[in-house]
């Protein structure tokens, strides 16, 4: 069966600071893959999206990046974080139709 | 273009009681619609989805919705609510068959309170 990672689970960063959060999906290959912000009490944005590996699509201007330097791995980044950037983030996947499926999440408290 | 309302942004039952979270669409084509639920620092978990088969849909942990294209409406239901469904569901539609953007819009979701 599928699964997917994500880490770190919880996240305090100094604003300014870089941040790097990972996902990894198993048992699947080729899925599209996406990152996810949740801001408190609100709904979920879509940030950015893979269809393939080096293929990043951006969502929203914003101070973060997207990479996928492997089929299965999806990595969010920022070389400066703002106090803006603190939320809670989801990575998800999908393969054939139209069914998406996420992870635990990543909570970001930049202070 | 697509759209989701969830009619009610909390919701507060008794325990043992019936469940009633709203969700109207709007929706260009014939559209998939899905139910997730969110518990307390959690990731979004797949409670159901109806992708043009049966208009009532059984999920998880005894939630059904229906879907109902004359009145464009997707409520989920329980019938006898538990402590541990207290959480955040969000209703979900897409219209796209696949592709890479997720193709999804979900609504603001409904905070769901189980009161003992």
């Known amino acids: 069966s599928q699964t997917i990672h994500q880490w770190p689970a919880t996240l305090v960063q100094p604003v300014g600071s870089p941040l790097s959060l990972e996902c990894t999906v198993e048992?699947?290959?080729?899925?599209?893959l996406y990152w996810y912000r949740q801001a408190a009490g609100r709904g979920l944005q879509l940030l950015f999206y893979s269809v393939g590996i080096g293929q990043i699509s951006s969502e929203v201007p914003q101070n973060l990046s997207a990479s996928r330097p492997q089929d299965r791995q999806f990595i969010l980044s920022s070389k400066k974080l703002l106090l803006s950037d603190s939320g809670f983030y989801l990575c998800?996947?999908?393969?054939?139709?139209?069914?998406?499926?996420f992870g635990e999440g990543s909570w970001l408290t930049v202070v | 273009a697509q759209s989701v309302t969830q009619l009610d942004s909390h919701v507060s039952v008794s325990e043992g009681t019936p469940v009633l979270l709203r969700c109207n669409y709007s929706?260009?084509?014939?559209?998939?619609l899905f139910w997730y639920v969110q518990h307390p620092n959690k990731g979004l978990q797949l409670l159901l989805k109806?992708?043009?088969?049966?208009?009532l849909v059984k999920g998880i942990n005894g939630f059904e919705a229906e879907f109902k294209k004359s009145e464009t409406s997707f409520h989920l239901t329980k019938p006898s609510a538990h402590m541990s469904d207290a959480a955040e569901y969000f209703c979900v539609v897409s219209d796209l068959p696949g592709g890479g953007a997720d193709g999804l819009t979900f609504g603001k979701g409904t905070h769901l309170i189980i009161q003992p």
């Open positions: 109806y992708t043009s088969a049966a208009t």
């Open positions: 048992g699947t290959s080729n899925p599209n």
């Open positions: 929706s260009s084509y014939s559209p998939s």
């Open positions: 998800a996947w999908k393969v054939s139709g139209n069914t998406i499926y």
